[in-house]
């Protein structure tokens, strides 16, 4: 059973960055595609990036491209979210998930079986 918890998220201005962290309770994390998405007020849950196990070929929706970098270190059982440049549309709960079904980079909700409790990150204009 994997457990993530997010963390780095936070009030910001628009411009600035934001690194989110999430942990991984299982040393099996490193076998398995890791993504970030994000869920506004009144809005569905949208993806972000994703990595693969390996750390190779990370993905990223249009949004994200040019500004953020998703990484990984499984030596720590972490992933990371570097944001840069933010916006005031970046405002979301932001949630890390593992898919142990689905290789690759998965890019879709339901390709991803465990998820992290999700961390606000705000951005002022």
């Known amino acids: 059973q994997e457990v993530l918890v997010e963390s780095g998220g936070g009030l910001v201005q628009a411009g600035g960055s934001l690194r989110l962290s999430c942990a991984a309770s299982?040393?099996?994390?490193?076998?398995?595609?890791m993504g970030w998405f994000r869920q506004a007020p009144g809005k569905e849950r949208e993806f972000v990036a994703a990595?693969?196990?390996?750390?190779?070929?990370?993905y990223y929706a249009d949004s994200a491209k040019g500004r953020f970098a998703i990484s990984r270190d499984n030596a720590k059982n972490t992933g990371y979210l570097q944001m840069n440049s933010l916006k005031p549309e970046d405002t979301a709960v932001y949630y890390c998930?593992?898919?142990?079904?689905?290789?690759?980079?998965?890019?879709?909700?339901?390709?991803?079986?465990?998820w992290g409790q999700g961390t606000q990150v705000t951005v002022s204009s």
């Open positions: 990595i693969s196990w390996s750390g190779s070929s990370p």
């Open positions: 299982e040393r099996t994390f490193s076998r398995y595609a």
């Open positions: 998930a593992v898919s142990t079904v689905v290789g690759g980079t998965p890019r879709n909700v339901n390709q991803y079986n465990y």
